[in-house]
């Protein structure tokens, strides 16, 4: 299946912002909101990063796993308070990121 | 079935890291050295801000410190303003106890290094500290031999002292210290009491390297005027009462006792411990931050190492993954056997980097006498990372080798 362009170019924002959040999983701020909170955002980031992954290789599962992480990890971030600039940057990307796999959703692939 | 498809997928991520155990080894070492950085700041981090915030908790949250000079952090400290201030004075603790009835306790310290001597033995530069009589009020200690003052020892300037544990060792070797005659600073004291063994502190006040006497006694030893006395009234708050309306009272007081116009700077400072708290909470939050950034790059370019020796992996077991897919394995049986590779290769990595955390801080206990202990919540930490980052950097090669076609799988070399 061939992957729209923009898709292409939003993945590899996607992957960029992965680089930049994986070191805020294990920052102090975080350390301090609890024992087990950075390994659980830690897993809301593999999760978004598999997500690209599989929206790189137009898999549905890709497209579905992008929106539950999306929808988890913004009920922790209001759960925690934490509506920084980053909060409202990355809202706006995903809200656009998903509102371009709607539209091309039947051409996702099925498939593992 | 689940628990079989994880046993099997164990099985061959640990076959394959034995049969490569020098590529497995240099691979982990990224996350290795990446984990011991991140959690040895963390526990370095958390290990100092513990111990200062019990040294500060031992100061009292409730005193307050009137001093000459305000306690801030920071480079652009106006020390200028502050240079030309008065010292509290003896007077001033009795004035204050007249008119406040928001303290409960007032007491005042001057302080100074000094010789003392006892027979051949002798202690240079030894903290002295001459204190008013409800200063036990301010500062708890437990006495392990002899008693506090009496009042009358305290006003009247009795030539009588209280030494630390380790004064007392280093005076008396082999002697109780009690009712023997020091010289301080070539003055003679008796020794009343001895003060049990506190133990090292962060901020430097600990009594064991201490010797107390009353403050008329101190007058002879100590300059009050001086500033290198430091001298300083502390003033503890009732029970019912918070330190702001403390200082507010305490602030009329003094602006009245040194005839202070309305619209004159004070000239004095109210320092509080929780000025101290902010200033470390700033602190411990840079080096945390520094601590953080360091070891984050560290674990990153781990994770690249991983995510390359995966690729190599999955590049030489392409007919091996094909035979497994013609025999019937799923997709995901063979996205689960190389992610259970990565992660055990990370979570080994990250395993030796918490021991050597662990061996760091033995060794930082046994040569500084520090107290840093790797915390669990550290370790499930430093844990988490390490799986994390297996997955992250394993997922890509590993969801390659699960859309091989198995026909090209096993023809390809």
New interface residues.
Partial sequence: MKRPGLISVLCVLGYISIVISFPQVFSPQVKKLGVFMPALSGLLVAANFMAYVGIWYMKRWGAELFLSSYFLKTILDLLLAQMGLMFYSGQIFSIFFIIVLLRHYRRFDLNL | MLWLLFKESILFAWQSLVSNKLRSTLSLLGITIGIFA?ILV?TIVDSLEGNIRGSLQSLGNNVVYIQKWPWSFGADYPWWKYINRPTPQYFELDEIAKRSKSTEALAYRLGGRRTLKYKSNAIENAVVAGVSYDFYKIKSFDLSAGRYFTRNETEAGYHVAIIGTEIAKGLFPNEDPIGKEIKIAGQKAVVIGVIKKEGESMLGVSFDYQVNIPFNFARYILDPRSMNADPVIYAKAKPQVSNAEMIDELTGILRSIRKLKPLAEPNFALNEISLLSQGFDALF?VI??AG??IG??S??VGGFGIANIMFVSVRERINIIGIQKSLGAR??FI?FQFLCESSLLSLIGGGFGLILTYFITLLAKSAMEMEIVLS??NI??GL??SV?IG??SG??PA?TA??LDPVEAIRSN
């Fill in positions: 991140i963390f939050s945390g931050i953080w950034i984050g790059f674990i990153l997709n995901s996205l669990g919540a499930i930490l988490s990372i994390l997955i992250i997922f890509v969801y699960s859309q």
